[in-house]
């Protein structure tokens, strides 16, 4: 139905920046949340970023806010994540996903998106 493809991963220095884009073919929802997740080795996905086009909100995980920005383009089917002052800590592959759902007050929650990306490693060194 939907197909999600990441890219911009790769090796980056702490204290460097990283840009991820993700962009949705097939049956899209173009107003519908998207945003992206992460897991790193022997850890749960958690909860990064999503954007929702309804009210055009945009929300983080507290483990990253202030440093990395979601953002979309005027189709609305493609969103970026910009990555600024990188830890090592945020090692890890990152999904981006989407809702078929038009509104959720759980955004946060790994089980209220119904797509995901095949993923996109980023590496930070110390």
């Known amino acids: 139905q939907v197909q999600l493809v990441e ?3 790769g090796l980056v220095q702490a204290g460097g920046s990283l840009r991820l ?3 949705a073919s097939g049956r899209t929802f173009s107003r519908n949340p998207m945003g992206w997740f992460r897991q790193a080795p022997g850890k749960e996905r958690e909860f990064v970023a999503v954007i929702k086009w309804s009210g055009l909100g945009t929300y983080y995980g507290d483990s990253v806010k202030g440093r990395f920005t979601i953002s979309g383009d005027n189709a609305k089917n493609t ?3 910009q990555m600024n002052s990188l830890k090592p800590e945020d090692t890890a592959i990152y999904y981006c996903v989407a809702s078929s759902k038009f509104y959720s007050s759980v955004y946060y929650s790994r089980n ?3 797509y995901w990306g095949q993923g996109t490693q980023v590496t930070v060194s110390s």
């Open 7 to 9: 890219s911009g991963g």
């Open 21 to 23: 884009s993700c962009a």
């Open 79 to 81: 969103v970026t994540l």
């Open 112 to 114: 209220e998106y119904d």
